[in-house]
């Protein structure tokens, strides 16, 4: 069983606006991952966020954490046309199979 | 910037052959991961590599399925006896930390296309 899983498994929005897109995941976690993939592309790490933190920024990229609802939320501000990919979430709960898997992703398409 | 590398970037084979495809993780990493995505897809884990041995392994690893570091810098998954359902990209990774605790990088992918 995995134990992140990105919610909606797809997103469409005007370059310029904002795109949020959540994570649930289902046991206690040491932290939490987002990965972006390019179309037929290796995953890129782009933000970790621990247990005992809330918020974290990175550039345009916000991500939440809330522990007591067993998610996340990732938020790309100002979106831009090369944005477009899939975004996926590893919630790492500190060992097992389970830590090394990932959900669907979402798919964000970004149109211009 | 380390990267992790992967070859080749894509074989084509038939059935019933043996595939080994090649991952080079980042120099000073310790831990090994092979991921697989059939198209349009989930990335499926796979297999997780630490100190010579198989850490962690998924259901898709089966008898079909075995990985080796052979010498300092290489990691490899065989595939044994391909089947068409094999058709899938694999992506290796790697990282630093106690295994999954960290980010994990990844390597472009080979295309493994079985006719």
């Known amino acids: 069983s995995q134990q992140g899983e990105e919610d909606p498994q797809a997103l469409s929005i005007q370059e310029g606006e904002n795109a949020t897109m959540n994570c649930s995941y289902k046991?206690?976690?040491?932290?939490l991952q987002w990965y972006r993939q390019n179309s037929g592309r290796g995953l890129v790490h782009l933000i970790l966020?621990?247990?005992?933190?809330r918020e974290k920024h990175s550039g345009r990229l916000r991500v939440t954490l809330d522990t007591s609802k067993k998610s996340s939320s990732l938020l790309i501000t100002a979106s831009r046309a090369a944005d477009t990919a899939s975004y996926f979430c590893?919630?790492?709960?500190?060992?097992?199979?389970?830590?090394?898997?990932f959900g669907k992703g979402t798919h964000l398409i970004i149109q211009p | 910037e380390p990267e992790v590398t992967q070859t080749p970037s894509h074989q084509v084979t038939q059935m019933g052959q043996e595939v080994i495809l090649r991952c080079v993780p980042i120099?000073?990493?310790?831990?090994f991961y092979w991921y697989r995505q059939i198209l349009g897809q989930k990335v499926e884990f796979l297999v997780s590599?630490?100190?010579?041995?198989?850490?962690?392994k998924s259901e898709i690893f089966d008898d079909q399925f075995s990985v080796e570091r052979p010498d300092g810098s290489n990691f490899t998954l065989k595939i044994r006896s391909t089947k068409l359902e094999d058709s899938a990209m694999y992506f290796c990774?790697?990282?630093?930390?106690?295994?999954?605790?960290?980010?994990?990088?990844f390597g472009e992918g080979s295309r493994l296309t079985v006719l």
């Open positions: 590893r919630a790492y709960s500190g060992g097992g199979a389970d830590g090394l898997t």
């Open positions: 046991t206690s976690i040491n932290n």
């Open positions: 966020i621990r247990s005992n933190e």
């Open positions: 990774a790697s990282s630093g930390y106690r295994q999954g605790a960290g980010e994990l990088f």
């Open positions: 120099s000073n990493h310790l831990y």
């Open positions: 590599f630490y100190n010579n041995e198989i850490s962690e």
